[in-house]
Structures are given as C-alpha cells and as structure tokens.
C-alpha cells in the first residue's frame, strides 16, 4: 500500500488506494478488502477516517459489507473503475490535447502518429532495467 500524505482528505486517500489496488488487479473481485481498523492501524488513522473511505466506495458500488464478515469488491468493480478513469483522462488529457493539436494545425492522423511513436518510447522506456 502506498503512503498517505496531507495535500489531500485522507478518507478519499483510502478510498483512491482501494480503487488503485482493484484496476491493478491485486484486490480482485470477491475478495475481501482490509477492515477499517486494518486501514486505521496500518496508516495510524483514525478507524472513523477510513471507514468514511471505505464508506465511499460502498457508496460507489465498488465495494459491498457481507454482515459479520467484512468487506468485499464488488463484481464488475474493476471495469467500473477503468470506465472512470478512461473517461477522466479523455477529459484531463485528450480533449486538452485535441484543442492544442487543432491550434497547431496538427491534423487526426499526425496527431495519431505521434501518439503511436510516444506509446512505443513509453513501453521501450518500461522495458529497460534500470
């Protein structure tokens, strides 16, 4: 799990760390997520604060409570996420980047080769070790 910091409510921290580990792929669906008082202990929260995270993604349907038991991820959590953040980056990257490719006269097909050139530098850079 990562590090909470102060720039940000930690609640939504929690609840941005949960999401994170469900697109990775290391909290899968149907299984059951730290207990608020795993999350209190490990970040030394209050249990109040990462109930109100967790809380929040029960809220979303991300996460669900099996009474006695604990909670769970939802099934389709991990689609649902990846919708969302898919359409949060159309509108922080893309439709940004639309607009400045329009100014420059940069028309669809350059615009996708240079997409396509930056994605293969990105995946090259991924792949050395370093």
């Known amino acids: ?3 909470i910091d102060d720039s940000r409510p930690i609640f939504i921290q929690i609840a941005e760390l949960v999401e994170s580990e469900i697109v990775a792929g290391t909290m899968a ?10 999350f209190a202990a ?6 109040a604060t990462a109930a109100k995270g967790v809380n929040l993604l029960v809220e979303r349907g991300i996460l669900y409570k099996k009474r006695g038991i604990g909670m769970f991820v939802s099934s389709g959590a ?3 996420l990846l919708q969302i953040r898919r ?3 159309q509108v922080q990257y893309i439709q940004p980047l639309a607009r400045e490719a329009r100014k420059l006269g940069i028309d669809g097909d350059q615009l996708s080769d240079m ?5 293969a530098a990105a995946a090259a850079e991924g792949s050395v070790i370093q």
């Not at 669906?29 to 795993?38: A, G, I």
């Not at 490990?42 to 249990?47: E, F, G, L, Q, S």
């Not at 997409?115 to 994605?119: A, D, E, I, N």
């Open 1 to 3: 799990m990562s590090a």
């Open 29 to 38: 669906e149907e299984t059951q997520v730290p207990s608020t008082n795993e």
């Open 78 to 80: 991990r689609e649902k």
């Open 87 to 89: 359409n949060a980056f």
């Open 115 to 119: 997409v396509r050139q930056s994605l």
């Open 42 to 47: 490990y970040y030394r929260i209050n249990p």
